[in-house]
C-alpha cells in the first residue's frame, strides 16, 4: 500500500521531533539536569509528540503556530480531565508550558535553518490562580466587634492595647495570626 505524499510528509515531521526529543534530552543531560527533569521533559515532548501525530494541520516544524499550541494545551486539559476527572492544575500545566518553551528554544537555537519556535509560545503565558480567602458574613463581624469591645473593658491597659492591636490586624487587614 503506497502512502500519500501527506503521509510521508507527516512521519517525517514526527521523525524529526524525535530527532529534536533525543537531542534536546541529551543536551539537558549533558548540563547535569537532574533525573526527574530529564523525565519531566521526555513526558512533555512525548506527550506534544502524540497530538502531533493526531493532527493533520501541522507537517513541518515551520508550521507550529500560537493557534496549534493554544490548541495542544486546551487537548492536554481535557486528556487531563479524562483521566483524574478534574481540571488541572495551574501548576501542571505551567509546567508543561515552562518545559515546552525550553524545548522549542533548544531546537530554535540550534536548527540549520534560521527557525524561531519561541515565537510561538510567546503569547502563551503562564496560569495565575489565587485561592479565594473566605469573608466573614456579617453575623462573625458583629461577634469580632462585640468579642474587641469585652475584652478592652476587662484587660490591664498596657496589655490591652497589645491584644486588642492584634486583633486589630488580624481581622482588619486579613492577616494570620502568625504573621502578627
Not at 6 to 23: D, G, H, N
Not at 49 to 66: N, Q, T
Not at 108 to 131: G, P, Q, V
Amino acid at each position: 500500500m503506497a502512502k500519500s505524499k501527506e503521509e510521508l510528509s507527516k512521519l517525517s515531521f514526527i521523525a524529526e521531533l524525535e530527532q529534536w526529543k533525543s537531542l534536546f534530552l541529551q543536551h539537558q543531560s549533558n548540563e547535569q539536569k537532574s533525573r526527574n527533569t530529564l523525565a519531566l521533559d521526555e513526558r512533555e515532548i512525548d506527550a506534544f509528540i502524540e497530538f502531533c501525530r493526531s493532527e493533520d494541520e501541522v507537517v513541518r516544524l515551520e508550521d507550529i503556530s500560537k493557534l496549534f499550541m493554544s490548541a495542544y494545551f486546551n487537548h492536554r486539559r481535557e486528556q487531563y480531565y479524562k483521566i483524574h476527572k478534574r481540571d488541572i492544575s495551574a501548576q501542571t500545566l505551567n509546567i508543561a508550558i515552562s518545559r515546552l518553551k525550553v524545548f522549542f528554544g533548544f531546537i530554535s537555537d540550534n536548527h540549520d535553518e534560521f527557525l524561531d519556535l519561541s515565537s510561538c509560545m510567546k503569547k502563551i503565558r503562564k496560569i495565575h490562580t489565587y485561592a479565594e480567602l473566605p469573608r466573614f458574613s456579617i453575623e462573625e463581624n458583629n461577634k469580632i466587634a462585640l468579642a474587641l469591645q469585652n475584652l478592652s473593658a476587662s484587660i490591664k491597659q498596657v496589655r490591652r492595647r497589645k491584644i486588642l492591636l492584634a486583633i486589630a490586624l488580624l481581622f482588619y487587614g486579613g492577616l494570620r495570626s502568625m504573621e502578627v
